[in-house]
Every structure is written in structure tokens, then in C-alpha cells.
């Protein structure tokens, strides 16, 4: 079966500072992939997806990246964390319609 | 411009009364919805779809109602448990070019189901 592995759970960056999030899928291959980022009273916005290795798209502009190096990995990333980054984030891969979600990282920029 | 629309920030039901949660769509281009259900702290969990060619769609106690000409859907939970309080969050599949299954969201409405 497919599992979704996002990591960490937790994170306190302060402002400037770099941010790496890593995202792995199992029991697939070729999956599109997906960053989300869940802000308070805004729902669930689509940040970036990639649909293979080395092809990322941005939903919408951003002080963050993403990247897939392998097929199975996806990273989303920051060279200088802002206060507004702070949020709910989760990883996602889908099969035809549906999505799967990983268990988030909370990051909290100080 | 939000596409999905979830008007209704928050909802409170008694345990064993039907939850009634309604979303709203703007873009005709869609053809699969999905409502997802969420805990503090978690990623969403799929709970059901439906179809665009369908107009309801059943499993168990979650029954998700769509129509289309008033572009509008439904998520009925009955009876309604207190497990059952989380985020839902509506969901449409978006289908052209590369971003093809891409999910656009709903911004969630909070159920609270009380004893």
C-alpha cells in the first residue's frame, strides 16, 4: 500500500532563517506531487505540484521553492523565512482525483 | 477569486441529528468534488466523492449531494457522532494541461458535534 511520509512534525525557524521540508512517497511511482499550505481562516491553498522529477509549478508567488530530486521526494524549501510563513504544511500525492496527505509540518516563524 | 466556496465557517449539531454542510462552486470546468475531513494537527483524510454525471453519492452515514445547475454540493452526516467533529473541507478536481488532478479547496468548515 501507499504511505506518504512528510517531516518534521514541529518546527520554530526565526525570521532569515533557511527552511527545508521533506516529503516522501512509498508504494508508488510517478506520482504527482503536491505542497499545501493550510494558514488560519484560509483553507487549504495549493503551493507548488510537480508531476515528475525535476518539473515543479507555482500556484502562486512565494517567498518559498520546491524541488524533486528523485521520484518519490519533494522538498519544499526557503532561503529567508518570513514572519507570513508560518503555517500548516502538507504534502500530498494523488492518484486520478484523489489526494493523499501527509501528517503536516507546523512551522512557526519567530 | 475563489472557486470553492465555504460559507459556513463552523457548524454545531446535536449528536444523533443529521450535519448538513454545503459548498458552493464557481468554475463549470469541474467534474469530480471530494470532501475531506480533518483533525487538529493532522493531514485531511479522503472521506467521499462524487461525479459530475452523478447526483448522489452514498457510503454509510456520509451521503455528498450534487447539483450541478446550481453548482452547488452537499455533504449530509446522519446521525451525526461526536467523532465526527473536525474540518471538512470541499474540495473539486481541476482538469486541464499539466494540472491535471490538481484539487482546489474550500476554506473549511469546522463541525462540532455535541453529546
Known amino acids: 500500500s501507499q504511505t506518504i511520509h512528510q517531516w518534521p512534525a514541529t518546527l520554530v525557524q526565526p525570521v532569515g532563517s533557511p527552511l527545508s521540508l521533506e516529503c516522501t512517497v512509498e508504494g508508488t511511482s510517478n506520482p504527482n506531487l503536491y505542497w499545501y499550505r493550510q494558514a488560519a481562516g484560509r483553507g487549504l491553498q495549493l503551493l507548488f505540484y510537480?508531476?515528475?522529477?525535476?518539473?515543479i509549478s507555482s500556484e502562486v508567488p512565494q517567498n518559498l521553492s520546491a524541488s524533486r530530486p528523485q521520484d518519490r521526494q519533494f522538498i519544499l524549501s526557503s532561503k529567508k523565512l518570513l514572519l507570513s510563513d508560518s503555517g500548516f504544511y502538507l504534502c500530498?500525492?494523488?492518484?486520478?482525483?484523489?489526494?493523499?496527505f501527509g501528517q503536516g509540518t507546523r512551522l512557526t516563524v519567530v | 477569486d475563489q472557486q470553492v466556496k465555504q460559507n459556513s465557517p463552523s457548524l454545531s449539531v446535536q449528536e444523533g441529528r443529521i450535519s448538513i454542510l454545503n459548498c458552493d462552486y464557481t468554475n463549470s470546468m469541474f467534474d469530480y468534488f471530494l470532501w475531506y475531513k480533518k483533525y487538529p494537527a493532522e493531514g485531511p483524510t479522503f472521506l467521499i466523492s462524487i461525479s459530475s454525471i452523478k447526483d448522489k453519492n452514498e457510503d454509510g452515514r456520509f451521503t455528498v449531494f450534487l447539483n450541478k445547475s446550481a453548482k452547488h454540493l452537499s455533504l449530509h452526516i446522519v446521525p451525526s457522532q461526536p467523532g465526527d467533529s473536525a474540518v471538512y473541507f470541499c474540495?473539486?478536481?481541476?482538469?486541464?494541461?499539466?494540472?491535471?488532478?490538481?484539487?482546489?479547496f474550500g476554506k473549511g468548515t469546522k463541525l462540532s458535534v455535541k453529546p
Open positions: 510537480s508531476v515528475g522529477i525535476g518539473q
Open positions: 500530498a500525492w494523488s492518484e486520478r482525483e484523489k489526494a493523499f
Open positions: 474540495a473539486a478536481s481541476v482538469r486541464y494541461g499539466g494540472s491535471q488532478g490538481n484539487l482546489i
